[in-house]
């Protein structure tokens, strides 16, 4: 079963910042020298050490690096699920905890996570039950437009064993995108999902950023997700986890698959996998 294809379009969503209008330039999230160490009873694991870096307001920063280089850690010290051993977070202007309380943060895992026995629109509307908050802000997108911005309006009332996993993966992104988040943090959402439907929601979720104006940090392993997705692409090394560079992708902002053949799109490629292999 497929999901309807949606038009392409930049139009705003009420409730999120047309991205022209996103401060261009303020950092929505910037960490300094940020080190995270696990210390269990068998062993101690330097998973960040001294990584700095920042996204801008209305960014979009793919992290990539190889298995084990603290790219999930690294989002989770920003959604603070982990506190760092040592340095400074910053999430637009407050602690990564202040801005959890203040729900501006969205995380999408890898498993869409959805409850087998809430249709879709009820997995969407979840966060409203459990979160605390019982309303939307005002003008924030209502569950249904956000059905409809995923791309799947006349699918509310489907149960999630009804759906294909990219259809799950896409209610997930709905429900991230609860309350107009500013920040959305992508952990490798697409990766268990077959080739053909993984680029299809690669070109979707440039339209939704595009349209939402949302911040997106988004884990991936494949350098042609994170060139393809991403303004800028933080290429990580691993043992212990840290920056081997931040990549400028100078790509245009809309972009369809094609871009992959293009000469800049494979040059930046081979560029990408040459740090990468600087960093296993
Ligand atoms: N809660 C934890 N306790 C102990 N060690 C941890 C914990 N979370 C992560 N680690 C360790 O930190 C390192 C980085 O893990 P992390 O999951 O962030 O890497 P990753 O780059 O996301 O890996 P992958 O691409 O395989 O998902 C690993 O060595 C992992 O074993």
Same mark, same amino acid.
């Given at each position: 079963?497929?999901?309807?294809?949606?038009?392409?379009?930049?139009?705003?969503?009420?409730?999120?910042?047309?991205?022209?209008?996103?401060?261009?330039?303020?950092?929505?999230?910037?960490?300094?020298?940020?080190?995270?160490?696990?210390?269990?009873?068998?062993?101690?694991?330097?998973?960040?050490?001294?990584?700095?870096? *920042?996204?801008?307001?209305?960014?979009?920063? *793919?992290?990539?690096?190889?298995?084990?280089?603290?790219?999930?850690?690294?989002?989770?010290?920003?959604?603070?699920?982990?506190?760092?051993?040592?340095?400074?977070?910053?999430?637009?202007?407050?602690?990564?905890?202040?801005?959890?309380?203040?729900?501006?943060?969205?995380?999408?895992?890898?498993?869409?996570?959805?409850?087998?026995?809430?249709?879709?629109?009820?997995?969407?509307?979840?966060?409203?039950?459990?979160?605390?908050?019982?309303?939307?802000?005002?003008?924030?997108?209502?569950?249904? %437009?956000?059905?409809?911005?995923?791309?799947?309006?006349?699918? %509310?009332?489907?149960?999630?064993?009804?759906? *294909?996993?990219?259809?799950?993966?896409?209610?997930?992104?709905?429900?991230?995108?609860?309350?107009?988040?500013?920040?959305?943090?992508?952990?490798?959402?697409?990766?268990?999902?077959?080739?053909?439907?993984?680029?299809?929601?690669?070109?979707?979720?440039?339209?939704?950023?595009?349209?939402?104006?949302?911040?997106?940090?988004?884990?991936?392993?494949?350098?042609? %997700?994170?060139?393809?997705?991403?303004?800028?692409?933080?290429?990580?090394?691993?043992?212990?986890?840290?920056?081997?560079?931040?990549?400028?992708?100078?790509?245009?902002?809309?972009?369809?698959?094609?871009?992959? %053949?293009?000469?800049?799109?494979?040059?930046?490629?081979?560029?990408?996998?040459?740090?990468?292999?600087?960093?296993?």
């Amino acid at each position: 079963m497929t999901a309807p294809s949606t038009a392409t379009s930049a139009l705003p969503v009420a409730g999120f910042p047309p991205a022209a209008v996103t401060a261009a330039g303020e950092p929505a999230v910037s960490c300094r020298n940020v080190t995270v160490r696990f210390v269990t009873d068998r062993r101690t694991v330097t998973a960040l050490e001294n990584v700095s870096f *920042s996204v801008e307001k209305g960014g979009f920063l *793919s992290l990539l690096g190889p298995s084990g280089c603290g790219k999930s850690t690294l989002l989770r010290v920003v959604a603070d699920l982990v506190s760092p051993t040592h340095g400074q977070v910053n999430v637009l202007g407050m602690t990564p905890q202040d801005a959890r309380l203040k729900r501006s943060l969205g995380f999408v895992f890898q498993d869409a996570a959805l409850l087998p026995w809430r249709t879709a629109l009820q997995n969407v509307e979840l966060p409203l039950e459990v979160g605390g908050a019982k309303k939307l802000p005002s003008g924030a997108p209502t569950p249904r %437009e956000l059905m409809k911005l995923v791309g799947l309006e006349g699918w %509310e009332g489907s149960f999630p064993h009804e759906l *294909s996993g990219g259809m799950r993966q896409r209610v997930s992104i709905a429900r991230a995108l609860l309350g107009g988040p500013r920040i959305l943090l992508m952990d490798e959402p697409f990766g268990a999902l077959d080739e053909i439907t993984r680029d299809r929601l690669n070109e979707e979720l440039r339209r939704i950023w595009q349209e939402t104006g949302t911040t997106i940090m988004f884990v991936t392993h494949s350098v042609y %997700e994170a060139l393809f997705l991403g303004e800028q692409v933080l290429v990580l090394a691993a043992n212990p986890g840290r920056v081997t560079e931040l990549v400028d992708v100078d790509l245009p902002r809309d972009r369809t698959l094609k871009i992959r %053949e293009t000469a800049p799109f494979v040059s930046i490629a081979a560029e990408l996998r040459e740090l990468l292999g600087r960093g296993v």
